[in-house]
């Protein structure tokens, strides 16, 4: 999905995935939430749909990730817009104290969310619906051949970056194009790398990394 949009948007991208995303095996929640949170695309992907959970309350990290959980049937849908701390304040706007907050998650989160939600008084419990798994250096031989002509490479989570940072550190090629990352965790196991250029999205979606690869290009161009 993030090549057609990158490709939508006027680049060449080779698409080659630092983290695999892998089902975990889980059955259906003993006991049905209030509500369901949604931190990544991908936990919405890959969980396994129960039309009796469809009218539960719905919050979701981002536009693009509400919407995806719109597609898979559940109907109240709410958008946090933002990261994985944004859910927080709709949640706390939306529901009860007290109300059971299931996080539908992988099975390393980005964030503490969990704590967060019982800080505010939520009875918050997690679902680990997938797992994601670094890729192979081996499996990234053949970008590090093209790597001389990729002026910019896009960075979707901490764990992602941490493992681009590594793979970089130990290729031959000093390469010095842009490292586009989606949060500042994202894109600080690049300030010590000594050479690429790092920039953070002005929000937290693809649409905001997008947008900084538009501005690259707009200032290559003057």
């Known amino acids: 999905m993030t090549g057609r949009h990158v490709r939508s948007a006027g680049y ?30 991908h936990g919405v992907r890959v969980h396994r749909f129960f039309p009796s959970l469809a009218s539960l309350p719905v919050f979701a990290v981002g536009d693009h990730t509400a919407r995806f959980a719109r597609l898979r049937g559940y ?11 944004d859910p927080r304040k709709l949640i706390g706007q939306t529901m009860r104290p007290g109300s059971d907050i299931l996080h539908l998650s992988a099975a390393q989160p980005a964030g503490d969310l969990l704590a967060i939600l019982r800080t505010d008084g939520f009875a918050a419990r997690r679902l680990c619906v997938y797992e994601a798994i670094e890729a192979n250096p081996l499996d990234l031989e053949w970008v590090a051949g093209s ?22 550190s130990q290729q031959r090629i000093g390469w010095n194009g842009n490292v586009v990352c989606i949060s500042p965790a994202a894109a600080k196991p690049f300030h010590d790398l000594g050479y690429g250029r790092v920039t953070i999205a002005a929000r937290p979606t693809e649409a905001a990394l997008i947008d900084v690869l538009q501005d690259i290009r707009d200032d290559d161009c003057r």
């Open 12 to 41: 060449s991208p080779l698409l080659e995935p630092a983290l695999r995303i892998v089902p975990a095996a889980v059955a259906k929640p003993v006991a049905v939430p209030d509500a369901l949170v949604f931190t990544s695309l």
């Open 75 to 85: 109907r109240d849908v709410y958008s946090a817009a933002g990261n994985v701390h």
């Open 147 to 168: 790597l001389v002509e990729v002026d910019a490479i896009l960075v979707h989570s901490p764990r992602a970056g941490r493992h681009i940072a590594g793979w970089l």
